[in-house]
């Protein structure tokens, strides 16, 4: 049973351009959240998808947008990208159903973004 | 006011020897959830034990025990028998009501030494 998987493992932009970062959740997975690491920090909420709509945003400016699509796999869009968007991007996935395993949530090997 | 709080940015434990890793939290609602993930060199977050907070029992996972103190609102991470694969990042990490943010404290480097 494969895990939450990301791609691409890294990643090396300059100032202004737009990456898109993409992760397929776990199987029987059906949320999908987004989380900033910046190095010696602790991750930081982005979003969170369920149904293909955002349920829940942390406080990043609207450059963070995303996506999920009908087999539930998500992308990560970030416009205009600034030198502090550098980071480890974090996706994790959350089981279907409900009962407190629910609340665990599963993370993928990130994707490191540097810009430059 | 921070959410989470570890106050030991490192730890360094002897091999099959036991370590406590400190963790505080604030919240005002009644029913959270608090996490714990293992971070090696490699990125991934691996999720190590849940503690619910209307769970009177400490959650135990094999090696991983949490020991959850309401009143003071502290979940310790304590890990029995050290083992070399050990040594990581560790955070923890708290679920407020109903809602889908995790919060994540800053971390404590664990190094396990032989």
């Known amino acids: 049973d494969a895990g939450v998987t990301q791609s691409p493992t890294h990643l090396i932009k300059t100032r202004g351009q737009q990456v898109t970062l993409r992760c397929s959740p776990k199987?029987?997975?059906?949320?999908v959240s987004w989380y900033q690491q910046a190095l010696g920090q602790g991750p930081q909420f982005i979003f969170q998808?369920?149904?293909?709509?955002?349920?829940q945003r942390g406080n990043f400016p609207d450059r963070f947008s995303g996506h999920q699509f009908p087999n539930y796999s998500s992308e990560l869009n970030v416009n205009a990208l600034l030198l502090g968007d550098s980071a480890l991007y974090l996706c994790?996935?959350?089981?279907?159903?409900?009962?407190?395993?629910?609340?665990?949530?599963?993370f993928g090997p990130g994707t490191r973004l540097l810009v430059l | 006011a921070q959410k989470i709080t570890q106050t030991q940015p490192g730890m360094f434990v002897q091999e099959k020897e036991a370590v406590t890793l400190d963790c505080t939290y604030d919240?005002?609602?009644?029913?959270?959830?608090l996490f714990w993930y293992k971070q090696p060199s490699s990125g991934e977050m691996i999720f190590l034990i849940y503690?619910?907070?209307?769970?009177?029992q400490n959650a135990t996972e094999g090696r991983y025990s949490l020991n959850f103190q309401k009143a003071r609102k502290s979940a310790n991470l304590v890990i029995s028998a050290s083992q070399l694969g050990d040594s990581a990042m560790y955070f923890c990490?708290?679920?407020?009501?109903?809602?889908?943010?995790?919060?994540f404290g800053t971390g404590t480097s664990l190094t396990v030494i032989p």
């Open positions: 994790a996935s959350r089981p279907a159903g409900t009962g407190g395993r629910r609340w665990k949530k599963y």
């Open positions: 199987s029987g997975h059906d949320t």
């Open positions: 998808y369920y149904e293909e709509e955002e349920r």
């Open positions: 919240t005002s609602d009644q029913s959270y959830g």
């Open positions: 503690q619910g907070s209307y769970d009177e």
């Open positions: 990490a708290m679920r407020e009501g109903f809602g889908n943010q995790f919060y």
